[in-house]
């Protein structure tokens, strides 16, 4: 059974881990800047649509049980709505509004054609077999794929979600729609219709934002420290990148702790050592420590790259880090982004930090709907090019206005979408 419901117009007011509200509260600085009309904010803020489906699974212990997905589109004024699907036990509808809205200004930061949506399933995939998983995900597809489709929005993969994922979701699509489709999502293993360079794509344009964030403060990234947390699909690949970079990581972290070594930690053979013994903890030569402990240890460059709501009005004050490159979605809650910016640390915000992942998503859209793929360089030079100019825009605008990094890439991303909303006027 599924259900359309639209979005509520009114949400609690006064909670800091709230991600909604803390995008909200982005939004309406950005657009009293913008001095945008009460009406126009309230179609920019609140989602266009929101799905709620039940999932009802065959456990491997022949039990039935039912699981509950989401799919939250934002707006699609600037194209089809685009965004990741996560599965995670705590996954909540507000937090996938939050997601699916930063989707909206993250496509319009690095001005790629599409609108914003994210999807999630409560479940721990911890605890399921790949067989329970490839279930939950073929009948989570079919109940969300009325609103799915090349034109209509495009899932990609999202914390716990990966290429296997996304291949189920475009064989369920496919099956349902009796011809292959395989632009109605990305994130695709190559061999299906996936593009070159975009598992690494998000941590290869946080690589680029800090390079770029370092110019600006006058850093170089050998005599940079950087504590990175998450060693997942960001995390992991962002510390390689940097690591190759001659940037010297001091600590990493997974999701039961972190590792550390103040000379600088080899990120290859800690990579190697994640893979074999699933958890960074016992890597030889490092000191163990808590993830929340890590994000507090002296470094130039820290880099959130695991979940909302990590760095806190608790915590904020005891960051030593000069800048904060978000390659996690929401990792900074606004309290705490008001004193990172007394303290005058530069915050790079998720928005713009971690859109390496959707850009390189949107060549791989382009590429399926040509049927003519590109060699990893030439994504790897489109997504440099894409990312610096981003960059660039959003420091302009940073300049001109006078506000946070984070403001002036709502500003940038506002002004975008509700241009083209003018433009096209309202339906009716
Ligand atoms: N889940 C990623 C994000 O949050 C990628 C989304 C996409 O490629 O559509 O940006």
């Known amino acids: 059974m599924s259900q359309v419901t639209t979005a509520p117009a009114q949400h609690a007011t006064t909670d800091e881990f709230n991600p909604f509200l803390s995008m909200a509260r982005n ?34 212990s022949g039990k039935l049980q039912v699981f509950t997905g989401y799919r939250v589109q934002h707006n699609f004024s600037r194209g089809p709505c685009k965004g990741g699907i996560r599965y995670a036990p705590d996954v909540n509808l507000d937090e996938v509004r939050a997601l699916a809205a930063w989707m909206t200004w993250k496509c319009a930061v ?14 721990d995939p911890r605890k399921l077999s790949q067989g329970e998983l490839e279930r939950i995900t073929r009948r989570y597809t079919a109940g969300i794929m009325d609103i799915l489709g090349p034109d209509r929005d495009v899932p990609a993969p999202d914390v716990n979600t990966n290429e296997q994922t996304m291949a189920w979701l475009m064989d369920t ?25 975009r598992r690494e794509a998000t941590g290869r344009g946080v690589m680029i934002s800090c390079r770029e964030a370092l110019k600006k403060l006058g850093l170089r990234p050998e005599n940079s420290r950087v504590v990175v947390q998450g060693a997942g699909n960001v ?22 702790g972190a590792i550390a070594n103040d000379k600088g930690l080899d990120i290859p053979a800690v990579m190697v050592h994640l893979k074999k013994t ?33 760095i806190t009005s608790k915590n904020a004050d005891r960051i030593k880090a000069r800048l904060v490159v978000e390659g996690a979605n929401g990792p900074t809650t606004a309290p705490a982004d008001a004193i990172l910016e007394k303290k005058g640390v530069l915050v790079v915000p998720d928005i713009l930090a971690n859109a390496g992942g959707v850009t390189v998503s949107y060549f791989e859209w382009v590429q399926d ?36 990094m984070r403001i002036a890439a709502y500003i940038l991303s506002i002004d975008r979408v509700a241009s083209v909303y003018k433009l096209r006027g309202v339906f009716a």
């Open 110 to 123: 690095v001005d790629v054609p599409f609108g914003g949506g994210k999807g999630g399933v409560i479940c």
């Open 369 to 404: 709907r040509m049927g003519y793929f590109w060699t990893e360089e030439r994504v790897n030079t489109s997504l440099e090019q894409i990312m610096v100019k981003s960059f660039q825009d959003v420091d302009a605008v940073m300049q001109k206005y006078k506000v946070s």
């Open 27 to 60: 939004f309406n600085t950005a657009a009293d800047h913008l001095g945008l009309d009460e009406g126009l904010r309230e179609v920019l803020r609140r989602p266009d649509r929101e799905l709620t489906v039940a999932i009802p699974i065959v456990m491997d």
């Open 173 to 197: 699509y496919s099956m349902h729609v009796r011809r292959t489709t395989t632009a109605v999502v990305t994130g695709k293993p190559i061999a299906l219709g996936g593009s070159r360079g």
């Open 278 to 310: 699933g958890k960074l903890a016992g890597f030889p030569g490092a000191r163990e420590l808590s993830g929340a402990e890590a994000l507090e240890l002296p470094c130039e460059v820290l880099v959130p790259a695991a979940t909302e709501n990590q």
């Open 235 to 256: 995390g992991g690949i962002g510390a390689e990148l940097l690591h190759r970079e001659g940037y010297k990581i001091v600590s990493i972290s997974d999701m039961y």
